[in-house]
């Protein structure tokens, strides 16, 4: 994959341009959403979706394979074309993603394997900062994420847990407003999952820019979330909000609960898609 092709698909090609005070850099985007569909062919993967996420909040979205998580979240980034309904930032009036306010961590690192990893954090400032400038806040992100002291190394000699770091510093240098996540956490052994997730939560309580990650992990949802919403065959099914105090301990009964309402509604889900 070219130095291109990542800036543009993870739209890190430019910094978006300066906000009015109503919507100062750093701070997080609301997305408003109404009616939004998108077909593939005769495929009808999402059915007029109705949201609201406020600026600032962080939404899980869980649901079976399939049922238009993904699609949501790269309509949102101006990676596809809604085939009806439409989307809002902030107080913008148009279905255009702002440049530069949005980022995305994917489920692999897309790191440049020839680029140290500075280099690499450094494509998510794009090319319009100068040099020096650049450096300095990647070795600052570098070092929120705790890997400063693998700035010169290459991507090939870090565990996947490192390269996500590097990943989520990337998507982090230029202080994004949204931040999506598509399963980023995945692949990760169970250790070093909730070493990413603990990571993940520290840098939004800091930054406070708006998070949606989409997750089949329920447990990781409840942990990190302060709404999870369900999708099921292309439309938001379940709407749950996590009113408890951060950091959560895992494996409380606040905590079982909620999972437990959660994956009921998706078994529930599941067996009417299977009846239908």
């Known amino acids: 994959m070219t130095v291109q092709a990542l800036r543009r ?28 569909r998108k077909s593939f062919g005769q495929n009808q993967v999402l059915r007029g979706v109705d949201l609201h996420i406020g600026a600032g909040e962080f939404v899980a979205i869980v649901g079976r394979s399939g049922c238009g998580k993904s699609t949501l979240l790269r309509l949102l980034l ?15 009036t148009d279905d ?7 980022r995305i961590m994917f489920q692999e690192p897309r790191l440049l394997p020839w680029a140290s990893v500075l280099a690499n954090v450094e494509v998510g400032l794009g090319e319009q900062r100068p040099p020096a400038s650049a450096r300095e806040r990647a070795v600052a992100t570098l070092r929120e994420v705790g890997l400063e002291d693998r700035r010169n190394h290459w991507p090939s000699v870090l565990s996947g847990g490192q390269k996500q770091r590097v990943a989520l510093a990337r ?3 230029s202080r994004p407003r949204v931040l999506a996540f598509d399963e980023p956490l995945g692949a990760l052994d169970a250790l070093t999952r909730i070493s990413m997730q603990r990571l993940i ?11 949606i990650m989409v997750t089949h992990d329920v447990s990781e949802a409840v942990t990190l979330a302060d709404r999870v919403l369900m999708i099921e065959a292309g439309e938001i ?21 909620l999972e437990g309402k959660i994956l009921r509604a998706l078994f529930r889900n599941a067996a009417a898609g299977e009846d239908a």
């Open 96 to 102: 255009a993603t702002p440049r530069g306010a949005i």
């Open 201 to 211: 939560e520290r840098v939004w309580v800091d930054q406070r820019f708006t998070a």
């Open 237 to 257: 099914t379940f709407d749950q909000r996590i009113d408890l105090s951060r950091p959560r301990e895992r494996g409380s009964p606040e905590v079982a609960a």
């Open 171 to 173: 998507a982090l240098v």
């Open 9 to 36: 698909i993870d739209n890190l090609n430019e910094l978006a341009p300066t906000p009015g005070k109503a919507e100062a850099r750093g701070a997080g985007l609301a997305v408003t959403i109404h009616q939004l």
């Open 78 to 92: 101006g990676l596809e074309r809604p085939s009806g309904g439409h989307f809002r930032f902030g107080e913008r």
